[in-house]
């Protein structure tokens, strides 16, 4: 099996989640393109395991990246409930409360 | 043969993920993610990363997705199509993506355009067992206290305020 066959697969699907990342708007939409680029990463560890090394060291960092996943999906939803409760939508566009306040009088001058 | 079931795996997994992204139904999209996260695992499993494939579908499919839906269902998602699920820069976003893609797969294919794999028998959770506790015994500590301190992060992020 030709190394470039995963090698090509990962590089997609990281590419779809930086679109994904860019394009949505539902906070948790972004985190569902997160996974999809973690998931990414994944896969070249474990094929660059495959091809020379061969001792389990890329699937052992494949599962340390999974548990990584694991705490970032849940703090971050925490974040996203926060948000929720906070200003009762999850749209990261609208999320405005850290933007600097001169760009903020400005939009309001716009508007 | 190998070849021929990664292909179909991949194909599955790009298709899958297409929809995650693209779905104008946002419970839709996180059911896509079920399916793009098994199809994966299963590129794992052809790789001979037994374990690994396992621990995806465990920790990914099992825990991930069920927060995630869990989350959905929490901030009130709508199950009806939303087309302002998507920004009106979709377009830029995506020749941002083809660009990276492109920049990359040059790289990946100059790099490594002839290397063979021959994915032998070592995905055994022994193996990496083996290898966390003889190489990587200080990051794997590292990481329990990283996920001690995720937990405590994500109460302490949730607790309600009494004057709430």
Known sequence: MPLILPLLLAVVLFCIGVYGVLARRNVITLLMSFELMLNAVNLNLVAFDAWRINDATGQTLAVFVITLAAAEIGLGLAIVLLLFRGHGHVDADAARDLAEQDELVEQEKAT | ?164
């Open chain 2, 1 to 164: 043969m190998t070849t021929a079931l990664f292909s179909v795996a991949g194909a599955v997994a790009l298709i899958a993920s297409l929809f995650v992204v693209t779905s104008q139904r946002i419970v839709h999209a996180a059911l896509w993610l079920v399916v793009a996260l098994g199809a994966i695992a299963g590129c794992f499993g052809v790789l001979h990363a037994e374990f690994v494939a396992l621990v995806q579908i465990l920790v990914y499919v099992g825990a991930i997705v069920v927060l995630v839906l869990f989350a959905l269902m929490l901030t009130k998602a709508p199950t009806n199509p939303l087309p302002s699920l998507t920004t009106g820069r979709s377009p830029f976003a995506a020749v941002v993506a083809a660009v990276l893609a492109l920049i990359l797969g040059t790289g990946v294919v100059l790099a490594f355009g002839n290397e063979k794999i021959k994915p032998v028998a070592d995905g055994s959770a022994q193996a990496v067992g083996t290898q966390v506790f003889k190489t990587w015994v200080l990051p794997f500590e590292v990481l329990s206290v990283l996920l001690l301190a995720a937990l405590i992060g994500a109460i302490a992020l949730s607790v309600r305020k009494k004057e709430d």
